[in-house]
């Protein structure tokens, strides 16, 4: 048996803002018993941590410093996953849209990216992990048996977006939020780092118009092709 056979298996989802794929992979990892990253709470974490210092999010040596020495730690509470940051639940305060358009930004540093790898890696743990993020599959875990790479069209995840935040209460432009997307979309597609893009041996889904239980059954077939399990 191979030193790979033997580490756990990882489900890698990575693709766009807005396609579905953090809901997909906790729903995934509650039916698999399997341990869950949310490599995207990473890099917001550590734009939380940069806006709340006041840095500079165009100095990268110092955004690399901040990356490598956050306090952070993920706690499950009621089926969700807590992000906590020197002690306090940031959970909500990570999704508020000027972290979202940070991170990106931040993401796209090879210095921030260097300093979070190994810290996504460890993650890895038995009896499995599935990975949510944007380079799962090329990157983090480039072993992983079962990568996925879901997507959908930028109108739909707008659109996704436009009724989450409505249901918060929270007024926003539909036209503008398509506009971040694209923009968001563009950033991380044309990154120096780990660029946005599926793996070679990813299965591509594209969720426009499909429900999530759909995609969720589309996913749990490949985990029983390849892991044997599900």
């Known amino acids: 048996m191979t030193d790979t056979e033997q580490r ?8 766009p803002s807005g396609s579905g794929k953090g809901t997909i992979a906790r729903l995934l990892a509650e039916q698999l018993g399997y341990s869950l990253l949310d490599s995207g709470a990473l890099y917001r974490l550590t734009a939380l941590a940069a806006l709340e210092r006041e840095a500079d999010l165009s100095d990268e040596a110092t955004l690399t410093e901040i990356a490598a020495n956050l306090d952070i730690r993920f706690e499950l509470h009621n089926g969700d996953t807590a ?3 020197e002690g306090q639940d940031v959970s909500r305060d990570i999704r508020m849209e000027r972290v979202s358009m940070a991170a990106s930004k931040v993401a796209a540093m090879p210095g921030v990216r260097a300093a ?12 499995g992990l599935v ?3 944007r380079d799962m ?14 997507t959908a069209s930028a109108e ?6 436009f009724e989450q935040l409505r249901e918060k209460g ?15 979309d563009a950033r991380d597609m044309n990154r120096e780092a780990s660029p946005l893009a599926p793996a070679e041996d990813a299965v591509e889904l594209d969720s426009t118009g499909v429900d999530i239980d759909g995609v969720l059954q589309q996913v749990m077939g490949l985990v029983r092709e390849r892991i044997g399990t599900g």
């Open 137 to 150: 599959g090329t990157t983090v875990f480039p072993d992983a048996p079962v990568k996925v790479f879901l």
């Open 131 to 133: 990975a949510d993020g």
């Open 8 to 15: 756990p298996p990882v489900v890698a989802i990575d693709g």
């Open 156 to 161: 739909e995840r707008a659109r996704r977006r």
């Open 170 to 184: 929270v007024s926003v432009s539909l036209r503008d939020l398509l506009e971040d997307i694209r923009a968001r």
């Open 83 to 85: 992000a906590i940051l």
């Open 116 to 127: 979070l790898l190994q810290r996504q890696r460890d993650f890895r743990q038995s009896p």
